[in-house]
C-alpha cells in the first residue's frame, strides 16, 4: 500500500512510464479520462504525451498493455500533435499487439490504425503494414493483412491503394501459413469488390488452382454495390452527403453508383521500357532498301508493342520511321504491320502519345486510299487506338481536311472514322461550336456520289443526334429532305455511346417558401448569428422549432455581436435569367408600350414609361413582382446610364421600391450594381443611388453589397466616386452594424489612405473612425505601417470619438416582424457595445515556427546564441503581430531568460513577454502560470530598470489575462516565499493597487491566503520599502479575505510579531467597506464589464442570468460523437484570415540549412515523399496561409490552380512576401512540373512570368540556392510537347537572366544537353545560342572551350533540329571570336567540321537584318538603355559622289570576302524604295562592322591619304579604302571655280575618303584620319572646304562614338586606352567644327539630333568614370555639348532638343538622360531672346504643338514627374515675352491652329504678361536694351544735340545686348567704355531710358570699375612673362612672376585666350578674378590658386593638357 500511495503523487506522464505495472496501469486509465477533457487540440498538454506513445503500446505488462491502448486511442481521436507519432506507433501496434494472445488487444489495435488512418495517416500507416508482411511471426503477418483488408473496406481504395498490395498478393497466397493465405485470401476478394475487372490481369501470376478458387468467391458477390463506411477528417462532407442520400429516394442510385471509384486498370500495370529492348541495328534495318530487313525489323518491334502499359521515354525517332513506313513503304505487308505497331503504342502510352497524335492521324487518313484489306484494317485500329489519345479539337482541322480529298474511300473512312471517335464524344466535348464544324462536314457528305460515303455521313450524324439530343442537333440539320432523316434517326437509334453521359436530373417540386425557411434555418443553426440590434440566433434545437421566422435571421446580419463579421454571405439560389426571358416575364405583369418605351430614343416617352412601371409595380402584389426580371428590363439601354437627370431619378425611384417592397436577391443585384457605383459621384442623382444600395443591402445583405460597392468603386478613375463610396459604406455601418469582415475592409481603407486625391484619404479616414467605434483601440495596429501624417489624423479621429459608444442598428432587422425574438428578451444588450474586439483579429498560428532547435537555443551556454534566439522569437512576434494561443513551450523558457545572468537578455525577454501579451490578447490565460513566476523573480532583481520593465510586462499580461487569472496557483505565494527585498517591496505595492478594484468574486482567495503569512512576515522586515508595502497591502487583502479569515492566520504568526500584526488589522479594519456594497457591484456589472473583457475566461463575475449557462454549454460542451468533435475543430481551423505570404527572414536561413546539409538538397529525379515533406514543413514554419498551403498540396488538380490563382491575385500587392518566400514558392511548382494535368503547368507558367517579371522590375537578385532548386526542373520542360509550355519555358529563362547573372544560367541549359528528349536539346543548344548571341563570351561556363566542346559535340546528333541548333549557336560564337571558333570546338570530325564551315559560310553572308518599316526606319537603341531609345532617324544626306577607284594588292583568294561587306551594304541600300530617301541604319552599319573582323585590312599610318599634300593641289594615289567610304557618306560638291582648284572633284573625293576613315573600327585609323582634319580646320584658308562635308563627318561621327560606346567599351578584350584616344579625338575635331561659326551653323536639325543623343548617352556611362582618363573625357563632352548649344545654327539645335525631349518622355521618362535632355533646353531658353535673329518660329511653335498634342497636360497625373511639361511651358512663356503677340502669326505649320492646346497657353501667357509691360515687370533688361535699338529717332534727339551714325548705332545696339546677356556681361562692359572713350560725343541715354533703375545703376558703377581698373593699368610697372620657345603645351607660355612686379591683367588676358582656344566660355574668368582680387586695389596674387578655384566643369588646366598632345 505505501507502494501505490507513493507512485499516486507522480505527475501523470511520470505515471506512465513507470517501472511498475500497477502505476503505469493507473497512468493509462487517468490518460483516458483525461484527454477527452481537453478541448483544444492543440493544447500544450498533449505535447507532453506524443513521445511517450510508442512506450504505450509496447507495455510488457498484458493488463496495462491493454489500457494503455485505450489510452492511445483516445489521444489520437483527440491531440492535434497525434499525426506526428502515426510512424512510431503503428510500428508498435505491428510487432505487440496485433498478435497479442487477447483478443481484446487485437481489437483496440486494429481500432487504433484505423483511427490513424482517419486522421490521414494512412501512407505511414499502410507502409508500417506492409512492413509487417516480412515479420517472421506468421500471426503478426497474418493481424497485418487482416488490419490492410478492415482499411480498405471501411475507407476504400482512394484511401488504401490496391497497387502496392498487387505485388505482394501472390506471396501472400503461398506463405505456408494457413492463416496467412485465408487472410490473403479475403485480401484478394475485398480489393475485388471495389475494383472488380481491374483485378483480374494482376491474377496472372496465380496458380490456376488458386485463381480457380478467387473466382469462386468472385460470383458470390454479385452486383453488390459498395460504399465507404468510414471517413477521413477531410471527407465529412462527403459523409454528410452520403447520410444524406441514405435518407432520400431510390431514384438516386445511379448516381451513387456513378460515385463508386472506378480503378483503370492500366493504372495498376508496371510500365515496360521497350526502347532499350530494340535491337541495336533496329534503326537501320528499318532504313534499309530490301523490304526483307524492313519487314524482319517491325516484326521484332509488334510483339513489344503489344504491352499493356509501356514506359514513358523518348520515342521521336521511333514515331518517326513508323509515319514514314505508314506514307511511304511500298510493301503493303510493312504498312500494315506498322499499323498495329502504331496502335500498339497508342494504346500503351495513352496520353504520352498525344504529341505524336496529329502527325499520325493525318498519315493514317491519307493512307485509307490504299484499297488492300489487311492494310485498310490496320488503319482503322491505328487511327481509333490514336484518337483515344487525343481530342477530338485538336484533330478536327486534320478531319475536316481529309472530307474534302478527292479520293472517295478516304472520305469514305474518315466518316466512318468520324462515327466511331464520336461515339466516345459527351455534350461537354461536343459542344456547339465544334457541332458545327462537324455537322457542316459531313452534311457535305450526304450529297456525295460514293455510297458509303453517304451511309457513313449519315451514321457520324446519328451518332452525333444521340449524343447531343435533338434541340441542339436539329439546328444544324434543320434542312436535311426526310428520307436522309429517316437514316439519321435509325443510326441514332442503333449508336451504342462507350462513355456515360450525366442525363439532367428531374427537377422536384419547389418546396413551398415555408418550407425553404425552414430548411434555411435548419442548416444556419449550428452557427452563432446576430442580428440587428445585438440579439442572438435561437440554438440549434430551438431553431428546428421555428419554421418562417428563424430564415430571416441570416439575412439581418446586423449588430456588432455577432463579433464583427456576421453570417457568411451564402450562394444565391435563384437562376439567372437572359434577357429575353426577362423581357418575357415584364410583358406578362406590364402593358408592352411600357416596356418598349422604356428604351425609346425620345426622353420624354422613356419619362412616361418609367411612370407608367411604378405605379403598375406599386399596384402589385409582393409576392407576385418578377422582381429579375423587371430589373434587367429596368436596366436595359440607357438604363442607369440615362442622360436625362428626370428619367433617371424615376428609375431610381422604381429600384428602389423593388428593392424594398419585392423578394430582391444577389442576381437583381448583379444586374444594376455597377451601374448604381458609376453614379454615386453624380451631383444629382448620387444620393439616390446611395439610398438604393443602402435598400439593396437591407434585402440582399450588407455583407454582399458593401465588398461589391468598395470593389467596384476602386475601379472607376473618378476619385468622387470613390469618395462617396466611403462615406456611403460609413453611413450604412451606422446604419446596420458592424457585420463586415474586418479584414477586407481594412485593405479598403488602406488603398483610400494611400490615394492621390485628398478628398478619398479624409473619407478612409472617417470610415476608420467609424470602425474604431466597434473595434476600439486595435485597429489602429491595423495602420501602423502608414505615413505619419496620415497616422496623425487617423489618431485625430480616434481622439474625437474616443468614449463615444456605437449606435444601435436600425436596418438589417427582420421584416417578419418580433417573432424572432420569442424568449430571447434576455439576451438583449444595448446596442453593439458588448462586441469582443479580440474575435475580430485575425490571429497567426506561430507553433511552427516555435522549433525545438529554437528553444534549445534559449537555454544556450553562449550569450551570443540566445541573443540572436531572443531576437528570432522577438521577429516571429512582431510580424505576426497578432498570435493564437499555441505558442508550444516559450513561455516556460520566456521566463527562465528573465533571469539570464546577462542583464540585457533579461531586460530584452522581459520586453518580448509585453509584446507577447498583447500579441496573445486573451489566449494568454493558459499560459500565466508558467510565465509569471519569471516576472515576479524578475521584480527581485538588482538593477532598477530590470525591475520597472518586469513591472511594466506584469502589467500588460494582467490588462490581457485579468487579475484572476495573474493571481493564482500559489505562484505569488512561492515569489513572496524566497524574493529578495526588492521584490517583496514592488509586489505588495503591485497587489495592493490591484486588489483595491478587483470584484471580490474575481480573485482566487486562496492564493490570497497563501499569501498572508508572508504579508505579516513583511510587517517586520528591516526594509522599510517591505514594510511600507506590507501595510499598504493589509486593507486591500482584508477586502477580499475579511477581517476574521485575516485573524485566523494570526496564529502562524511568531509570538514577538504578534503584537505588530495586530495592529495593522486594527487599524485596517474600521476602514472595511461594508458588506452588501460589494455584492451590488457585482450583481449589477456582473452583465457588463466581464461580458466584455472577460467573460470568456473566467465568468466568475457574472451573475447567472438566463442566458449564460446556456451560452456556456454550447461552447464548452463536446459532442458525444467522435466526429462531433473533429468537425468543430475542423470549422475552427478553415477560417485563415492571415495573408497567404507573410514577409520574413527566413530564406537565408533555409538557404544555409540547405548548404550545411541540415535539410534535403532539392535535387532529384521525380519528388519523394520526404521532400514534399520537407517543404510542407517549411511553408508552414515560414507562416503561409493554412488554406493555400493545404491547396498546394492536396492531391486534386483543381486545388493546385485554386492555389496559383491565389498566389497571382496576391502578387501585385503582396510582392515583398513573394519576394521573401520566393524559395519555397518556387520549389513547390518544380514539383508541379512533374504533375500528368497541363492545364495546372500553363497556369504555372504564366504565374512565373508574372512573378519574374515584377522582381526584375523591383532589381531583385536571384539567391543561388533558388536557382539550384528551380532552374534544373525548368529545363526540363524545354522537351515538353506542348508549344504552350515550351514558349512560357523559354520567356522565363529570359527573364530570370534579368535577375540572375547569364554566366550561371548557362551551365544549366549545357546539363540539359545530356537528356533523351531530343527537342529539350534542341532547345536548350538555342537557349545558349541566345544568351551568346546577347551576352556574350562570357556565358561559356566553366571555359569557352570546355562548353564549347560540348556544343560541339552535338553536330553528330541524330535529330535534326538538334544538329541545327547546335550550328547556329556556333555561329553565333563566330560572329563574336572569328576564326578562333575552329579552335575552341577541338577536333571534330570531317563531317561535322564540314557542317560547320558550310553553317559559318552560309550565315557570314545572310547576316540576318532587323527589317525597318519603309517609311520611317528606326534607329536601334544605344545598348545598355537609353531614355530616346527606338526614335526615328531622318538624316538624308545629298546624294553622293562616286568614289575614285581604289586599288590594293591582295591575295585572289581573299578578293570575294574582302568585298562582301560592301556587297552587302550596297544590296542592302538597293533593296530600299527608290523613291523613298536614303536613311542611315547604324545598327546595320555597327553589325557590319563588328562583324567583319577575319577580312578587315590592317591599315599603315602611310595608307591614309595625305590631307595637306591633297589641299596644295598634289595628286593623290589611290589608296585603300575605308568600309564607309560608299555610297550614301559622300559629301554634296560644291560648283567648281577654275580660280579654285581646291575645289576639285580630287580633293572633294579625298575629304570624303579621309571622313569615311573616322568610322572604320581600327583606332589607329581613326586618330590619323581626325589628325588630318584637325589640320584642315586649324587652317583659316582651308577650313571652309569642309563646310559641304559637315553633316557627313558629323554622322560618321556619331557613328564611331556609338561603335566605341557599344562593342569596344563593352569588350574586355578591348584596351581601354584606345577608347579614350579616339573619344578626346573625335571631341576635339567636333570642339573646333563648333568653335568655327561659319562650319557649326551647317548641321542640320536630325544629324544635331543624333549627335546630342549619343554624347548624352556617353556622358551616362558609367564605365568611363572607372577608368584614369574618364573623368576628363565626360568634362570635355560636357563642354562640347554645351558648346554645340551655343554655336549650332539656333532653329536647328532647339527643334533638335526639343524633339530629343519629345522621344525620352515616350520611352517613360524620369530617367537621368532625360534630365540631361531638359538641362539642354534649359540652356537653350536662357540664349534665346538673344538669339532670336537667325530663330524659325514657325518650326519651333510646330515642335511644341506636336509635343503638347503628343502628350496632353491631363495625363501628366499618372507620371512620376511633370519637369518635361513645365519645360514646354517655359519655351511657351518665353517666346510670348520676346515675340508678344506678333507669336499669334506664326502657325503656318500648324493645322487647326486655333483649336490646339499651344494656342490656348500662348494666349493665357499673353494675357499675364500685358501688366507686367507696363511697370517693366515681365521683360528682362537684355530685351528693354534689344528693344531700345527700335526706338524713335525723335525720342533720341531729345536726349542728344548729334545724331548717332549708323554704324555706331549698331555698334552701341551690339553692345547692350551684350551687358544684357548673363554670360558677356563683362566683356560689353569693356567695350562701351572704350565705345565711349573714342566717342565722347555720343549719348547712351536713349538706350538706358527704357531699363529699370537697378541696371541703370549697374552699368553706372560697372564703367567706373572699368575705368579704375584702366587707371591702375597705367599706374602699376608691368613685367610680362617671358614667352618660352618650347611647345610642350598650350600652359607652357604661362610663366608666373615674382608677386612684387606682377600684373594680374596681363596675365587674366593670356589665360583668356588660352580658354577660348581650348573652347571654354572665358566671361566667367573675370568675375573669378574680380572675386580673388575684391579685397586689393591692385591686383596681386598666384595664378595657380585661380586655376584651383574654377569649377570642375571648367577646369583649363586638365582640360588643356588633355588636348595639348592633339595639338602638338
Not at 920 to 929: A, I
Request: with cysteine.
Amino acid at each position: 500500500m505505501e507502494e501505490d500511495t507513493e507512485y499516486l503523487k507522480l505527475p501523470l506522464e511520470d505515471r506512465c512510464v513507470h517501472k511498475l505495472w500497477k502505476a503505469r496501469l493507473n497512468g493509462y486509465e487517468e490518460c483516458t479520462k483525461y484527454f477527452p477533457k481537453i478541448t483544444d487540440e492543440r493544447s500544450p498538454e498533449f505535447n507532453k504525451f506524443a513521445p511517450l506513445m510508442k512506450k504505450f503500446v509496447t507495455d510488457s505488462n498484458a493488463v496495462a498493455q491493454e489500457k494503455a491502448l485505450d489510452a492511445v486511442l483516445a489521444f489520437v481521436e483527440n491531440a492535434h500533435v497525434a499525426s506526428r507519432t502515426a510512424g512510431d506507433c503503428t510500428s508498435g501496434v505491428v510487432q505487440k499487439c496485433l498478435a497479442a494472445p487477447k483478443r481484446g488487444t487485437q481489437e483496440k489495435a486494429l481500432e487504433i490504425i484505423l483511427m490513424y488512418c482517419e486522421i490521414e495517416k494512412y501512407e505511414i500507416v499502410q507502409e508500417e503494414l506492409m512492413k509487417g508482411f516480412s515479420q517472421k511471426n506468421p500471426k503478426v503477418v497474418a493481424g497485418c493483412v487482416r488490419a490492410l483488408t478492415t482499411a480498405l473496406r471501411e475507407f476504400g481504395p482512394k484511401v488504401i491503394s490496391p497497387k502496392p498490395l498487387m505485388k505482394q498478393v501472390h506471396t501472400l497466397l503461398e506463405d505456408r501459413d494457413k492463416n496467412v493465405r485465408e487472410e490473403g485470401k479475403k485480401l484478394v476478394i475485398e480489393m475485388y469488390r471495389w475494383i472488380r475487372q481491374a483485378l483480374k490481369p494482376q491474377m496472372s501470376s496465380l496458380k490456376p488452382v488458386q485463381v480457380q478458387e478467387l473466382e469462386a468467391e468472385f460470383e458470390k458477390l454479385g452486383g453488390e454495390k459498395v460504399v465507404q463506411t468510414r471517413f477521413l477528417r477531410s471527407q465529412q462532407e462527403l459523409k454528410a452527403k452520403i447520410e444524406a442520400q441514405a435518407d432520400g429516394d431510390d431514384d438516386e442510385d445511379e448516381e451513387e453508383e456513378e460515385e463508386t471509384p472506378q480503378i483503370d486498370p492500366f493504372d495498376l500495370m508496371d510500365p515496360v521500357d521497350i526502347l532499350s529492348k530494340l535491337p541495336k541495328d533496329f534503326y537501320e534495318k528499318v532504313e534499309a532498301k530490301k523490304w526483307q530487313e524492313r519487314k524482319e525489323a517491325v516484326e521484332l518491334l509488334h510483339p513489344l508493342t503489344q504491352n499493356i502499359k509501356l514506359e514513358a521515354g523518348d520515342y521521336h525517332d521511333l514515331m518517326k520511321v513508323l509515319k514514314k513506313m505508314i506514307a511511304k513503304d511500298t510493301n503493303v505487308m510493312i504498312v500494315a504491320q506498322a499499323g498495329h505497331c502504331v496502335a500498339g503504342l497508342a494504346r500503351g502510352l495513352k496520353k504520352k502519345f498525344s504529341p505524336f497524335a496529329q502527325l499520325f492521324t493525318e498519315t493514317i487518313l491519307e493512307k485509307f486510299k490504299e484499297k488492300k484489306v489487311n492494310v485498310v484494317s490496320a488503319m482503322r485500329e491505328a487511327i481509333d487506338a490514336v484518337y483515344q489519345t487525343t481530342t477530338l479539337e485538336a484533330i478536327q482541322e486534320i478531319v475536316s481536311t481529309a472530307l474534302t480529298n478527292k479520293n472517295p474511300q478516304v472520305k469514305a473512312e474518315t466518316t466512318a472514322f468520324l462515327a466511331r471517335s464520336l461515339c466516345y464524344c459527351t455534350p461537354a466535348i461536343l459542344n456547339k461550336k465544334m457541332l458545327k464544324v462537324i455537322t457542316a462536314d459531313l452534311l457535305r457528305g450526304l450529297n456525295e456520289s460514293d455510297p458509303t460515303v453517304r451511309d457513313n455521313s449519315c451514321e457520324a450524324l446519328g451518332v452525333a443526334l444521340r449524343v447531343v439530343g435533338e434541340k441542339q442537333m436539329m439546328v444544324s440539320i434543320a434542312d436535311v429532305d426526310n428520307l436522309k432523316m429517316q437514316k439519321i434517326r435509325e443510326a441514332s437509334e442503333k449508336a451504342e455511346i462507350k462513355v456515360k453521359i450525366s442525363a439532367p436530373k428531374a427537377k422536384k417540386a419547389a418546396p413551398s417558401k415555408r418550407e425553404a425557411h425552414v430548411a434555411e434555418a435548419a442548416a444556419s443553426g449550428p452557427r452563432k448569428v446576430v442580428r440587428g440590434g445585438g440579439r442572438r440566433a435561437p440554438s440549434s434545437e430551438s431553431a428546428k422549432g421555428k419554421k418562417a421566422t428563424a430564415g430571416r435571421g441570416s439575412k439581418g446580419g446586423g449588430g456588432g455581436g455577432g463579433g464583427g463579421r456576421g453570417p457568411p454571405v451564402e450562394e444565391c439560389k435563384e437562376a439567372e435569367i437572359s434577357i429575353e426571358e426577362a423581357l418575357e416575364k415584364a410583358t406578362e405583369v406590364l402593358p408592352e408600350d411600357v416596356v418598349n418605351g422604356l428604351t425609346d430614343s425620345n426622353w420624354k416617352a422613356r419619362l412616361t414609361a418609367v411612370e407608367s412601371f411604378t405605379e403598375t409595380v406599386r399596384m402589385m402584389d409582393c409576392s407576385e413582382i418578377p422582381t429579375q426580371a423587371l430589373v434587367r428590363v429596368l436596366a436595359q439601354k440607357p438604363g442607369f446610364k440615362d442622360n436625362n437627370f428626370q428619367v433617371l431619378k424615376l428609375r431610381l425611384e422604381a429600384l428602389k421600391h423593388l428593392a424594398e417592397n419585392s423578394d430582391f436577391t444577389r442576381r437583381s443585384g448583379e444586374v444594376c450594381i455597377q451601374d448604381l457605383v458609376e453614379k454615386l459621384g453624380d451631383p444629382k442623382n448620387g444620393p439616390l443611388c446611395g439610398e438604393v444600395l443602402l435598400a439593396m443591402a437591407e434585402a440582399a445583405k450588407l455583407q454582399w453589397v458593401g465588398p461589391e460597392v468598395m470593389t467596384r468603386a476602386f475601379e472607376q478613375k473618378s476619385p468622387k466616386v470613390q469618395e462617396v463610396a466611403l462615406k456611403w459604406l460609413s453611413d450604412a455601418i451606422t446604419e446596420f452594424g458592424f457585420v463586415l469582415q474586418p479584414k477586407a475592409l481594412i485593405s479598403d481603407i488602406k488603398k483610400a489612405l494611400g490615394h492621390t486625391n485628398p478628398g478619398v484619404r479624409t473619407a478612409g479616414v472617417s470610415l476608420c473612425g467609424t470602425i474604431y467605434l466597434y473595434m476600439g483601440a486595435t485597429l489602429r495596429v491595423f495602420f501602423e505601417d502608414e505615413k505619419a501624417a496620415l497616422l496623425q489624423q487617423i489618431d485625430t479621429e480616434f481622439e474625437r470619438l474616443n468614449g463615444t459608444s456605437p449606435p444601435a442598428a436600425t436596418r438589417g432587422i427582420n421584416r417578419d416582424g418580433s417573432t424572432d425574438n420569442d424568449g430571447e428578451d434576455d439576451d438583449v444588450d444595448s446596442g453593439q457595445a458588448v462586441i469582443n474586439v479580440q474575435d475580430l483579429v485575425p490571429r497567426t498560428n506561430v507553433s511552427e515556427q516555435l522549433t525545438s532547435t529554437l528553444f534549445s537555443d534559449l537555454a544556450d551556454k553562449n550569450w551570443k546564441v540566445r541573443n540572436e534566439a531572443l531576437v528570432k522569437v522577438s521577429n516571429i512576434i512582431s510580424e505576426a503581430k497578432f498570435i493564437k494561443g499555441d505558442i508550444s513551450e516559450l513561455p516556460t523558457v520566456l521566463a527562465a531568460r528573465m533571469n539570464d545572468m546577462n542583464k540585457n537578455l533579461a531586460l530584452e525577454a522581459l520586453r518580448i513577454t509585453a509584446s507577447l501579451a498583447v500579441a496573445l490578447g486573451p489566449h494568454c490565460k493558459p499560459h500565466t502560470r508558467n510565465i509569471v513566476p519569471g516576472m515576479l523573480a524578475a521584480l527581485g532583481d538588482s538593477k532598477q530598470n530590470i525591475r520597472q520593465q518586469a513591472m511594466s510586462t506584469l502589467n500588460s499580461w494582467v490588462e490581457q489575462a485579468g487579475v484572476k487569472e495573474t493571481i493564482d496557483g500559489e505562484v505569488f505565494a512561492d515569489a513572496l516565499k524566497s524574493g529578495s527585498p526588492f521584490l517583496k517591496a514592488e509586489l505588495f505595492l503591485w497587489m495592493a493597487e490591484k486588489l483595491k478594484d478587483a470584484p471580490t468574486k474575481g480573485i482566487n482567495k486562496e492564493e490570497l491566503h497563501a499569501c498572508t503569512q508572508y504579508l505579516f512576515m513583511a510587517l517586520e522586515d528591516r526594509n522599510a520599502d517591505v514594510r511600507k508595502g506590507a501595510n499598504e497591502a493589509v486593507m486591500p487583502f482584508m477586502i477580499h479575505l475579511g477581517y476574521e479569515g485575516m485573524l485566523k492566520h494570526t496564529s502562524r504568526v511568531k509570538p514577538s510579531s504578534k503584537n505588530t500584526v495586530m495592529q495593522a488589522l486594527e487599524k485596517a479594519k474600521p476602514n472595511l467597506p461594508a458588506k452588501p456594497q460589494p455584492k451590488q457591484k457585482v450583481s449589477t456589472s456582473g452583465g457588463g464589464p466581464p461580458t466584455r473583457g472577460g467573460a470568456q475566461g473566467g465568468g466568475g463575475a457574472c451573475s447567472g442570468g438566463k442566458g449564460t449557462p446556456t451560452g456556456k454549454k454550447t461552447l464548452r460542451a463536446p459532442s458525444a460523437t467522435r466526429m462531433g468533435s473533429a468537425a468543430g475543430r475542423k470549422d475552427s481551423e478553415d477560417v485563415d484570415t492571415s495573408p497567404l505570404l507573410q514577409v520574413n527572414n527566413l530564406k537565408q536561413q533555409r538557404a544555409s540549412d540547405e548548404q550545411r546539409l541540415r535539410v534535403l538538397r532539392w535535387d532529384f529525379s521525380t519528388p519523394r515523399a520526404e521532400f514534399i515533406t520537407q517543404l510542407k514543413d517549411q511553408m508552414t514554419t515560414a507562416g503561409m496561409n493554412r488554406q493555400l498551403v493545404s491547396n498546394m498540396f492536396h492531391q486534386d488538380f483543381k486545388f493546385h490552380i485554386k492555389a496559383i490563382d491565389a498566389l497571382n491575385e496576391d502578387l501585385t500587392s503582396n510582392l515583398p512576401a513573394c519576394i521573401a518566400n520566393l524559395d519555397l514558392i518556387l520549389k513547390w511548382l518544380t514539383i508541379r512540373f512533374f504533375d500528368t494535368n497541363p492545364s495546372v503547368i500553363i497556369k504555372a507558367m504564366d504565374y512565373l512570368q508574372q512573378v519574374f517579371q515584377l522582381v526584375s522590375e523591383d532589381e531583385y537578385h536571384l539567391l543561388d540556392t533558388e536557382a539550384n532548386g528551380f532552374l534544373p526542373f525548368l529545363v526540363t520542360k524545354f522537351g515538353d510537347p506542348k508549344d504552350s509550355i515550351r514558349g512560357p519555358a523559354r520567356n522565363i529563362a529570359k527573364l530570370i537572366c534579368n535577375i540572375y547573372p547569364a554566366s550561371k544560367v548557362s551551365p544549366y541549359m549545357l546539363e540539359g544537353l545530356k537528356a533523351k528528349n531530343a527537342r529539350q536539346r534542341a532547345e536548350c543548344l538555342e537557349a545558349i545560342g541566345n544568351l551568346i548571341e546577347v551576352y556574350g563570351m562570357p556565358v561559356c561556363q566553366p571555359s569557352p572551350g570546355v562548353a564549347l566542346k560540348e556544343i560541339a559535340k552535338q553536330i553528330a546528333d541524330r535529330d535534326n533540329s538538334v544538329r541545327n541548333a547546335a550550328l547556329n549557336g556556333l555561329v553565333q560564337v563566330y560572329f563574336r571570336e572569328g576564326e578562333k571558333v575552329f579552335k575552341l570546338v577541338g577536333n571534330l570530325s570531317d563531317k561535322d567540321m564540314s557542317l560547320l564551315e558550310e553553317r559559318i559560310k552560309r550565315a557570314a553572308k545572310n547576316r540576318p537584318v532587323i527589317k525597318k518599316p519603309p517609311v520611317e526606319p528606326e534607329v536601334p537603341t544605344v545598348r545598355g538603355g537609353g531614355a530616346a531609345s527606338g526614335r526615328l532617324n531622318r538624316v538624308i544626306p545629298t546624294p553622293a559622289q562616286p568614289a575614285p577607284a581604289i586599288v590594293r594588292d591582295r591575295e585572289s583568294s581573299a578578293g570575294g570576302d574582302q568585298s562582301s561587306l560592301i556587297k552587302r551594304l550596297r544590296n542592302q541600300h538597293q533593296s530600299t524604295n527608290p523613291a523613298t530617301p536614303f536613311k542611315i541604319d547604324y545598327g546595320l552599319i555597327e553589325k557590319l562592322l563588328e562583324n567583319d573582323n577575319t577580312d578587315r585590312p590592317q591599315y599603315n599610318i602611310e595608307e591614309i591619304p595625305d590631307m595637306a599634300s591633297i589641299l596644295n593641289y598634289k595628286p593623290v594615289c589611290p589608296t585603300p579604302a575605308s568600309k564607309l567610304t560608299r555610297p550614301g557618306f559622300s559629301s554634296v560638291p560644291r560648283p567648281l571655280s577654275s580660280a579654285s582648284p581646291i575645289e576639285s572633284e580630287g580633293a572633294a573625293h579625298a575629304i570624303n575618303m579621309v571622313i569615311s576613315q573616322v568610322g572604320t573600327p581600327d583606332a589607329n585609323t581613326v586618330i590619323t584620319a581626325l589628325s588630318q582634319l584637325d589640320e584642315v580646320l586649324q587652317s583659316e584658308e582651308r577650313c571652309y572646304e569642309l563646310a559641304p562635308h559637315i553633316d557627313q563627318l558629323l554622322i560618321v561621327a556619331t557613328l564611331q562614338y556609338r561603335l566605341v560606346l557599344n562593342t569596344k567599351m563593352a569588350n574586355p578584350n578591348v584596351n581601354k586606352e584606345e577608347c579614350i584616344k579616339i573619344y578626346r579625338s573625335l571631341t576635339n575635331c567636333l570642339m573646333m567644327i563648333f568653335n568655327n561659326k561659319q562650319l557649326g551653323t551647317k548641321a542640320t536639325r536630325d544629324v544635331l539630333r543624333d549627335v546630342v543623343h549619343v554624347l548624352i548617352h556617353i556622358l551616362l556611362d558609367p564605365r568611363l568614370t572607372q577608368l584614369e582618363d574618364g573623368p576628363q573625357i565626360i568634362r570635355a563632352i560636357n563642354v562640347l555639348v554645351v558648346r554645340i548649344v551655343e554655336k549650332a545654327q539656333f532653329t536647328h539645335v532647339f527643334s533638335a532638343l526639343l524633339k530629343l525631349l519629345h522621344e525620352s518622355v515616350s520611352s517613360g521618362g524620369g530617367c537621368k538622360f532625360t534630365e540631361l535632355v531638359m538641362k539642354c533646353n534649359w540652356k537653350v531658353i536662357r540664349i534665346l531672346p538673344s538669339r532670336t535673329n537667325d530663330l524659325d518660329l514657325d518650326q519651333i511653335l510646330f515642335d511644341v504643338h506636336n509635343f503638347l498634342v503628343a502628350y496632353p497636360v491631363n495625363t501628366w497625373s499618372e507620371r512620376p514627374s511633370d519637369t518635361p511639361l513645365r519645360t514646354i511651358k517655359t519655351v511657351i512663356h518665353t517666346l510670348c515675352k520676346v515675340y508678344g503677340t506678333t507669336i499669334l502669326s506664326h502657325f503656318s505649320k500648324i493645322d487647326n491652329a486655333h483649336g490646339s492646346e499651344l494656342h490656348k497657353y500662348l494666349t493665357k501667357a499673353l494675357k499675364e504678361d500685358k501688366p507686367k509691360t507696363e511697370d517693366d515687370g515681365g521683360i528682362g533688361d537684355s530685351n528693354r536694351l534689344a528693344a531700345a535699338q527700335v526706338s524713335n529717332d525723335s525720342a533720341e534727339s531729345g536726349k542728344s544735340p548729334k545724331r548717332l551714325s549708323k554704324t555706331a548705332h549698331n555698334t552701341l545696339s551690339e553692345i547692350f545686348r551684350k551687358i544684357g546677356s548673363k554670360e558677356n556681361t563683362k566683356e560689353g562692359l569693356i567695350q562701351l567704355y572704350e565705345f565711349k572713350q573714342k566717342h565722347p560725343e555720343a549719348d547712351i541715354e536713349p538706350f538706358l531710358r527704357k531699363s529699370s533703375q537697378f541696371f541703370q545703376n549697374y552699368i553706372e558703377r560697372g564703367l567706373k570699375r572699368v575705368e579704375m581698373e584702366r587707371q591702375a593699368e597705367v599706374k602699376m610697372t608691368s613685367n610680362p612673362a617671358s614667352e618660352s620657345g618650347s611647345n610642350s603645351g598650350p600652359l607652357a607660355s604661362i610663366q608666373v612672376p615674382d608677386t612684387t612686379n606682377f600684373n594680374m591683367n596681363d596675365l587674366v588676358d593670356q589665360f583668356k585666350s588660352i580658354a577660348a582656344r581650348a573652347g571654354f566660355d572665358n566671361t566667367y574668368i573675370d568675375t573669378a578674378v574680380k572675386d580673388i582680387c575684391s579685397t586689393e586695389k591692385e591686383a596681386k596674387g598666384d595664378i595657380s590658386e585661380y586655376i584651383k578655384g574654377l569649377p570642375s566643369e571648367y577646369n583649363v588646366e586638365q582640360t588643356m593638357d588633355r588636348y595639348g598632345s592633339h595639338d602638338q
